[in-house]
């Protein structure tokens, strides 16, 4: 398994990025699939994730109505869209996959990882 994270960069306050995560190596329809996130010097904290092949969707409180995952089931693709960000949202932003349980939460749960892009949201 593979995940390519892409599409970080420098954004104002208020201002929007979408990620991507390119998935590639097996079916992930029994996948749950996740973004996290990791500022320097805080622990890799939980953002988004959902269930491949249907079902639930999840948010942390901080960015539930800001941020929407998403798939490409064509291009095996999985989206963060990030909207009104805030320099609070600076941070590296992951991708990964885990087989699905219905712990969404935790990062140690999950196997598979991208290598992560950098988000920085100037004030």
């Known amino acids: 398994v593979q995940l390519q994270a892409s599409g970080g960069g420098l954004v104002q306050a208020g201002g929007s990025l979408r990620l991507s995560c390119a998935a590639s190596g097996r079916t992930f329809s029994n996948y749950v699939m996740g973004w996290f996130r990791q500022a320097p010097g805080k622990e890799r904290e939980f953002v988004a994730a959902f269930h491949w092949g249907g079902g639930s969707t999840v948010y942390s409180n901080s960015v539930k109505g800001r941020f929407t995952i998403s798939k490409d089931n064509a291009k095996n693709t999985v989206y963060l869209q990030m909207n009104s960000l805030r320099p609070e949202d600076t941070a590296v932003y992951y991708c990964?996959?885990?087989?699905?349980?219905?712990?969404?939460?935790?990062?140690?749960?999950?196997?598979?990882w991208g290598q992560g892009t950098q988000v920085t949201v100037s004030s």
């Open positions: 990964a996959a885990k087989p699905y349980t219905g712990n969404y939460y935790s990062p140690s749960l999950y196997d598979y």
